[in-house]
């Protein structure tokens, strides 16, 4: 159960930067007067504020309190998967910010189960390191083939590393697994 609440808690973690411009659009509206704080809007507004904290709860629980053991693993190969993933995200955002009716309980539906049917497929294939939060914040994805140094194993994984991974350099990594790791820090 934890595990699927942190899985949950990514998804969520993957589109605060859309939350905060819906939220930003609703707050822009009711200061400009084109929206009141009728039930639905203050349910929107409520529910953002939800998402937003909940994300980044998630994303601080899954990189930072994440109680796993470092081990030390060598980069042999590094692909820079960052812009085949976040473009595609982007395009969600500008679909959900800037066109839509937050207002209007019809649209708010089809929103809620279309964001539904995104975190199912999100969850069951393991899409997390796809989180245009994380690029935001300055982290870059990679697929890379690594050495564990104690076990002298070769393995792949996605990788989230704050600047550039350099090949045939040693790396501390918790390797939560192959969709999700962050490397801590270069160890050499």
């Known amino acids: 159960m934890v595990k699927f609440l942190k899985n949950l808690l990514l998804y969520i973690s993957a589109f605060v930067p859309m939350y905060f411009l819906v939220l930003l659009k609703l707050v822009v509206e009711i200061m400009n007067g084109n929206l009141t704080f009728n039930a639905l809007n203050t349910i929107n507004f409520i529910l953002l504020i939800l998402l937003i904290s909940s994300g980044i709860f998630g994303l601080v629980w899954n990189v930072w309190l994440n109680h796993e ?39 708010f539906c089809v929103i809620f189960v279309i964001l539904i049917f995104i975190g199912i497929v999100y969850i069951n294939n393991s899409l997390y390191y796809i989180n245009p939060l994380l690029n935001i914040l300055g982290y870059n994805f990679y697929d890379i083939q690594y050495r564990d140094v104690e076990t002298g194993e070769i393995k792949t994984a996605k990788i989230f590393y704050r600047g550039c991974i350099e090949e045939n350099k040693f790396y ?17």
């Open 172 to 188: 501390m990594a918790k390797i939560k697994n192959i969709h999700f790791t962050f490397i801590e820090k270069n160890s050499k």
């Open 69 to 107: 053991k470092a081990k030390e693993i060598v980069v042999l190969k590094k692909e820079n998967i960052t812009d085949k993933h976040f473009l595609g995200y982007f395009s969600l955002f500008v679909f959900f910010a800037i066109p839509l009716q937050f207002e209007k309980v019809s649209v």
